[in-house]
């Protein structure tokens, strides 16, 4: 799961820097960043709750 989820927002990100997606927060092709710390967020959960339960 947390390959999926890496792949997935590593592709996001890819075009967020070729073509802004244009969401609220994401106007701009340096707005990537914001992509990564929410992906690096999302991985991190996955593993604590992957590990609680």
Known sequence: ??????????????VQIIRPLGLPGLKRRSDFWKLAVA???????????????
Do not use: E, H, Q, S
């Open 39 to 53: 992906t690096f967020a999302i991985w991190a959960a996955t593993i604590v709750l992957r590990d609680l339960i």
């Open 1 to 14: 799961m947390t390959k999926a989820i890496g792949l997935f927002m590593l592709l996001v990100m890819v």
